[in-house]
């Protein structure tokens, strides 16, 4: 099965950056102990004004893992938590 | 210096991929050829109804160099011609 992409968009407005960093750790720390974790990579945009501040790209090793673990108690109660609006979806590589 | 990863992130209605399509093949033969362009992956996400159906994300040797790509008379030309709304910016790898 091929791997699963994840990408997710953040709206982080100017200064909350240590608020989201926080975040954004404690929602990894959940994900890499689950089966099918591959890595994950957080993009900082160098515009501090850009829409999506910042962008999250982490690979599964399949879009059922990664839907497992996005749907485990402890991740849907992380999940209630975040304050700022993101846009996650499973992405795959269409043309290079 | 460090590479430039540009993530551009794409509303495209569904019914609407060939143009999308046809329109970044477009884009991407104009950008490959600009100095210090080093490789693109167009993403397309699994569920046809997300926000962001397709996001690129394009490496350059430098954010300098995709801004003098980026405001070329050609590809500003190209730009305007783009009837899907995006959010294109330039990104560094935070945290892993």
Chains 1, 2 share one sequence.
């Not at 997710?8 to 989201?20: I, L, Q």
């Not at 999250?56 to 209630?80: C, G, H, K, M």
Request: aromatic content about 14%; proline content about 5%.
């Amino acid at each position: 099965m091929a791997q699963a992409i994840l990408i997710n968009a953040f709206e982080v407005p100017d200064g909350h950056d240590d608020e989201f960093l926080e975040g954004w750790e404690e929602g990894k720390r959940l994900m890499e102990r689950r089966p099918g974790y591959v890595s994950t990579a957080l993009h900082r945009s160098l515009d501090p004004t850009a829409r999506f501040r910042y962008i999250n790209i982490a690979v599964w090793e399949s879009a059922d893992a990664f839907q497992a673990a996005l749907t485990s108690p402890e991740f849907t109660a992380y999940r209630a938590r975040i304050r700022f609006t993101h846009y996650p979806s499973v992405y795959e590589v269409a043309r290079t």
